[in-house]
């Protein structure tokens, strides 16, 4: 855990809500039990990625069967404190994408999700916070997709104002808009 918290250390916030996220973060790694693992049912580590072209114009995103809308692509770090292989791993696994990338192998956002409660796979889950490490990765649009059935009912590229989009969910059609804005700072 301690070369995660270096990197999250490392990891220069763009606006006061990721610095304040940041701090947040931080304060889990030290003080929580088991952060890594959804054993912690308040708040626990997970990765996601912000997939694009390479003409940067569009961004791989997943019709999230839970909240029936348009989604990164993200996981839980079930342990593994390395996030950057957990959200390639995602990616992959959510997508049916066979090559994927890092664009470089920091920390492209940071965020403090919540997570409402729902039921997945037949269990209810309690309302938690997701501690999230984001990552921004580049793939070729014209390779093949699959949607991953037990998670996600469809996979698309669309145009970054498209991506977004989120009527379902506001909070996360801000950090859309964040991750959008840190490609034009590229």
Do not use: C
């Amino acid at each position: 855990m301690q070369a995660l918290r270096e990197k999250i250390m490392a990891y220069a916030p763009t606006d006061a809500r990721e610095a304040r996220d940041r701090e947040l973060l931080l304060l889990a790694l030290d003080t929580l039990q088991t952060p890594l693992t959804r054993d912690n049912p308040f708040a626990h580590f997970t990765a996601s990625s912000w997939i694009v072209n390479p003409a940067r114009d569009r961004a791989l995103m997943a019709w999230h069967n839970i909240y029936k809308t348009w989604s990164w692509t993200g996981g839980h770090a079930d342990g593994d404190s390395d996030l950057l292989a957990v959200a390639l791993r995602e990616a992959r696994e959510e997508t049916g994408l066979e090559a994927v990338a890092p664009v470089t192998g920091e920390i492209y956002s940071v965020e403090v999700l919540p997570v409402n409660s729902h039921f997945k796979r037949g269990q209810f889950v309690s309302a938690h916070l997701h501690l999230n490490v984001t990552y921004l990765l580049e793939a070729d649009d014209a390779q093949p997709l699959r949607p991953k059935p037990d998670e996600n009912s469809a996979v698309a590229w669309l145009p970054l104002h498209e991506a977004a989009e989120n009527k379902e969910e506001p909070f996360m059609a801000e950090v859309y808009r964040k991750l959008n804005q840190k490609l034009n700072d590229i």
